[in-house]
């Protein structure tokens, strides 16, 4: 079972930003991929940007160029670390954002953060 812990996020103004943090830990294996999904209110979650354990990177449209996903490992492999740095946010990217780590079939989630914008 991986357990995901997030942190980060909050409120910001239309142009700001601000960096989301989420520490995998538990029984994980070598190759992974790790993500951030968002759902705003009526909205059907969605995958704004994703990264495997390898380092290749995967983005929605619309946050490419303003989102960066990164990630950092344990060498012993006990825990992951993934990182998204939000620029220039904008009201409709307020949203609650989800941590996941997917590894084979299973995936998990984190519980989830609020990231407003205000304009």
């Known amino acids: 079972q991986v357990r995901l812990v997030q942190s980060g996020g909050g409120s910001v103004q239309a142009g700001g930003s601000l960096r989301l943090s989420c520490t995998a830990s538990g029984d994980m294996l070598s190759f992974n991929v790790m993500a951030w999904h968002r759902q705003a209110p009526g909205k059907q979650r969605e995958l704004v940007a994703s990264?495997?354990?390898?380092?290749?990177?995967?983005?929605?449209?619309s946050a490419k160029g303003l989102f960066t996903i990164s990630r950092d490992d344990a060498r012993d492999g006990s825990k992951n670390t993934v990182y998204l740095q939000m620029n220039s946010l904008q009201s409709e990217d307020t949203a609650v954002y989800y941590c996941?780590?997917?590894?084979?079939?299973?995936?998990?989630w984190g519980q989830g953060t609020q990231v407003t914008v205000s304009s």
């Open positions: 990264i495997t354990s390898r380092g290749r990177t995967n983005y929605l449209d």
């Open positions: 996941n780590h997917r590894q084979g079939y299973k995936a998990s």
